[in-house]
């Protein structure tokens, strides 16, 4: 099973971006898939998730500002970022919960929101 996130990179304080998150492999449709992210020398935490009948979940630092939602190709979420803000710079993981495969992590991608 593979967990590949793109999309991610440099934008300016205000800016928007979009990253996606595909899962590949022997797995039957995700229970649940999410976004987090990690500052350096922070811990990891939670963005926003999506589970399987489409709810969602955000952290206070992203509601009103970023959506999670579902592709069109099955195991595939996007986050969309908009009024991205300095702290909102980190490396962003998706996490993905299937069925008897259990969970996976994908390597990350960087998010660096210039002042």
């Known amino acids: 099973v593979q967990v590949a996130e793109s999309g991610g990179g440099l934008v300016q304080a205000g800016g928007s971006l979009r990253l996606s998150c595909a899962a590949s492999?022997?797995?039957?449709?995700?229970?649940?898939m999410a976004w987090y992210r990690q500052a350096p020398g922070k811990q990891r935490e939670l963005v926003a998730l999506i589970m399987s009948g489409g709810s969602t979940t955000y952290a206070e630092s992203a509601k009103g500002r970023f959506t999670i939602s579902r592709g069109n190709a099955e195991n595939m979420v996007y986050l969309q970022m908009n009024s991205l803000k300095p702290e909102d710079t980190a490396v962003y993981y998706c996490?993905?919960?299937?069925?008897?495969?259990?969970?996976?992590w994908g390597q990350g991608t960087q998010v660096t929101v210039s002042s």
């Open positions: 492999g022997y797995i039957l449709g995700f229970n649940r």
């Open positions: 996490n993905a919960y299937f069925p008897i495969s259990g969970e996976y």
